[in-house]
T-cell receptor, first 110, second 113 residues
Framework: QKEVEQNSGPLSVPEGAIASLNCTYS??????FFWYRQYSGKSPELIMS????GDKEDGRFTAQLNKASQYVSLLIRDSQPSDSATYLC??????????FGTGTRLQVFP | EPEVTQTPSHQVTQMGQEVILRCVPI?????FYWYRQILGQKVEFLVS????????KSEIFDDQFSVERPDGSNFTLKIRSTKLEDSAMYFC???????????FGPGTRLTVL
């Protein structure tokens, strides 16, 4: 059973801080990893994709992938109250089917 | 910016009735998907569709479910005889390349009474 695991949170950080969100996956055959943001009652919104080991930066967001440790993370710099949402980690394993984690709820307080 | 659209936003139906959920994927995308999310639970894959046929389906996607691309723009999910446990948010997604980024529509909330 292929799994993607996330701490459900909530993760609370003050405005302006760095939020660090983590995800592990069970299958070493996984190839592609995605971070989605989901506001309550809304659909997943793609933030970042990452396919190879190392870091990938896009604005305030940095995704990190470590395939040896089967670990993916998302860093959000200068966190804003508008970043408060559930962050979903997803992986694909040799197909385009996405396996989602349960999500980590992030709360950014002023 | 191109986006996936879905109709209706909310569908209420009686158990045993048929429902059709509609999606318009991003116009130049070739890969289409349906996912669902039961309240408070994970997003779950249902089916992927490419070149007018199903490329993969999950255990959830049983004989009660079907998908169709009836014309060049729409992509539909049909549930033949709805059950109470089919109540969920149903998301359509599309991708320009396989194994690549999937963009989700706003979802249809299906309530089965």
């Amino acid at each position: 059973q292929k799994e993607v695991e996330q701490n459900s949170g909530p993760l609370s950080v003050p405005e302006g801080a760095i939020a660090s969100l983590n995800c592990t996956y069970s299958d070493r055959g996984s190839q592609s990893f995605f971070w989605y943001r989901q506001y309550s009652g809304k659909s997943p919104e793609l933030i970042m994709s990452i396919y190879s080991n190392g870091d990938k930066e896009d604005g305030r967001f940095t995704a990190q992938l470590n395939k040896a440790s089967q670990y993916v993370s998302l860093l959000i710099r200068d966190s804003q109250p508008s970043d408060s949402a559930t962050y979903l980690c997803a992986a694909s394993y040799n197909t385009d089917k996405l396996i989602f984690g349960t999500g980590t709820r992030l709360q950014v307080f002023p | 910016e191109p986006e996936v659209t879905q109709t209706p936003s909310h569908q209420v139906t009686q158990m045993g009735q048929e429902v059709i959920l509609r999606c318009v994927p991003i116009s130049n995308h070739l890969y289409f998907y349906w996912y669902r999310q039961i309240l408070g639970q994970k997003v779950e894959f249902l089916v992927s569709f490419y070149n007018n046929e199903i490329s993969e389906k999950s255990e959830i996607f049983d004989d009660q479910f079907s998908v169709e691309r009836p014309d060049g723009s729409n992509f539909t999910l049909k549930i033949r005889s709805t059950k109470l446990e089919d109540s969920a948010m149903y998301f359509c997604a599309s991708s320009g390349d396989t194994y690549r980024e999937q963009f989700f529509g706003p979802g249809t909330r299906l309530t089965v009474l």
